[in-house]
């Protein structure tokens, strides 16, 4: 079992860049696809971005892309999102999560993934 912890959320305004980091537990951290979800009051948690278990691959949603970049660095077992040009939309939670399936490709649906962290708080004013 894994354990994740976010940090790095804030109050920014509407152009700001903000960078998340998702500390790890334990010793199998490469083993995980890690992935990134958001969850704005009354919707539903969706799909940020993901990458794979050796960071050569990164999938994200078309909400972000070209904006957010997702990096890992399994030495320190740590993966980040890097939010530059944030628009109010992009308030939310955030949370990682790990996926410990070994599937080949990363999973865009909260149900391929297997553990959560507890989410922070990006709030993005105009």
């Known amino acids: 079992q894994v354990q994740l912890v976010e940090s790095g959320g804030g109050l920014v305004q509407a152009g700001d860049s903000l960078k998340l980091s998702c500390a790890a537990s334990?010793?199998?951290?490469?083993?995980?696809?890690m992935g990134w979800f958001r969850q704005a009051p009354g919707k539903e948690r969706e799909f940020v971005g993901g990458?794979?278990?050796?960071?050569?691959?990164?999938l994200y949603a078309n909400s972000v892309k070209g904006r957010f970049t997702i990096a890992r660095d399994n030495a320190k077992n740590t993966v980040y999102l890097q939010m530059n040009s944030l628009k109010p939309g992009d308030t939310a939670v955030y949370y990682c999560a790990a996926d410990r399936s070994l599937r080949g490709s990363v999973g865009s649906t909260t149900s391929a993934y297997d553990y959560w962290g507890q989410g922070t708080q990006v709030t993005v004013s105009s």
């Open positions: 334990g010793r199998t951290f490469n083993t995980y696809a």
């Open positions: 990458i794979s278990r050796s960071g050569g691959s990164t």
